[in-house]
């Protein structure tokens, strides 16, 4: 299956992350902490928890601080109250967009989300306005020139929902949420090194923007969400 240009985002993010990193930091801190409050404090049983440590490790996160905020969220040290919220709205030219928060004060966060859509030619919609167009979805990804053959046997025996071969020759292995795990650590067991891992929202359908200035747009809001300290995740359906 042949999908699109993937490759360039993703050492764009990273690019952004590493020029931010005490911003990113504190986004992991934060999914590390609500991770463990919600699903306690051993990694091996609880996945979210693992998948937000395996992240601040490629991150180069200390041990120390991963410790940290697991005992803050598991109540074993005094933190602050942190809540999910989703947000969901329109881009320019009608691209949904869903923005994934955690925050100790939900006024503030809706207040500078709808700001930033504001600014960006888009608008907040309704609950559900747009989540319907998503599906939880893992996605394990390879930068181009990877083994493909050997990408697709261990894919294939570990249960993986599809193999993509994105315009770039980088590869997506698709899975459901409750096989990602098993997918990705046999990658690992392979010595099959994946550029980016994660359990993500993927669109049904693209929306392909019409010039060159509505998809600065859209960058323009993807990242100004992604700059905000209670943003953890921005999700939308453009084709850039």
């Given at each position: 299956?042949?999908g699109?240009?993937?490759?360039?985002n993703?050492?764009?993010?990273?690019?952004?992350?590493?020029?931010?990193?005490?911003?990113?930091?504190t986004?992991?801190?934060?999914?590390?902490?609500?991770a463990?409050?919600?699903?306690?404090?051993?990694?091996?049983?609880?996945p979210?928890?693992?998948?937000?440590v395996?992240?601040?490790?490629?991150g180069?996160?200390?041990?120390d601080?991963?410790?940290?905020?697991?005992?803050r969220?598991s109540?074993?040290?005094?933190?602050?109250?942190?809540?999910?919220?989703?947000?969901?709205?329109?881009?320019?030219?009608?691209?949904?967009?869903?923005?994934?928060?955690?925050?100790?004060?939900?006024?503030?966060?809706?207040?500078?989300?709808r700001?930033?859509?504001s600014?960006?030619?888009?608008?907040?919609?309704?609950?559900?306005?747009?989540?319907?167009?998503?599906?939880?979805t893992?996605?394990?990804?390879f930068?181009?020139?990877?083994?493909?053959?050997?990408?697709?046997?261990?894919?294939?025996?570990?249960?993986?929902?599809?193999?993509?071969h994105?315009?770039?020759?980088?590869i997506?292995?698709?899975t459901?949420?409750e096989?990602?795990?098993?997918?990705?650590?046999?990658m690992?067991s392979?010595?099959?090194?994946?550029?980016?891992?994660?359990?993500?929202?993927?669109?049904?359908?693209?929306?392909?923007?019409?010039?060159?200035?509505?998809?600065?747009?859209?960058?323009?809001?993807?990242?100004?969400?992604?700059?905000?300290?209670?943003?953890q995740?921005?999700?939308?359906?453009?084709a850039?």
């Amino acid at each position: 299956m042949a999908g699109h240009s993937k490759w360039a985002n993703i050492k764009h993010t990273k690019t952004r992350q590493d020029v931010k990193r005490g911003k990113i930091f504190t986004k992991l801190i934060r999914e590390i902490t609500i991770a463990a409050r919600l699903g306690g404090a051993d990694i091996n049983a609880n996945p979210r928890l693992r998948t937000a440590v395996d992240k601040a490790l490629i991150g180069n996160m200390t041990r120390d601080t991963i410790n940290r905020a697991i005992k803050r969220g598991s109540g074993a040290e005094e933190g602050s109250n942190l809540f999910e919220s989703r947000y969901e709205g329109y881009g320019p030219f009608g691209v949904a967009v869903i923005v994934e928060c955690l925050t100790d004060n939900k006024n503030r966060t809706v207040a500078e989300v709808r700001h930033a859509f504001s600014k960006c030619s888009g608008h907040l919609g309704n609950e559900n306005s747009v989540a319907y167009l998503f599906k939880k979805t893992g996605v394990i990804t390879f930068a181009p020139e990877s083994p493909e053959e050997k990408i697709m046997e261990v894919a294939l025996d570990t249960g993986a929902d599809d193999i993509i071969h994105n315009d770039d020759g980088s590869i997506d292995v698709i899975t459901s949420p409750e096989m990602f795990e098993k997918v990705r650590d046999a990658m690992t067991s392979a010595k099959l090194a994946f550029a980016d891992a994660e359990v993500t929202m993927l669109a049904s359908t693209q929306v392909s923007l019409p010039n060159q200035e509505a998809e600065q747009q859209m960058v323009e809001l993807t990242e100004m969400l992604e700059d905000l300290d209670d943003v953890q995740h921005v999700y939308s359906n453009a084709a850039l």
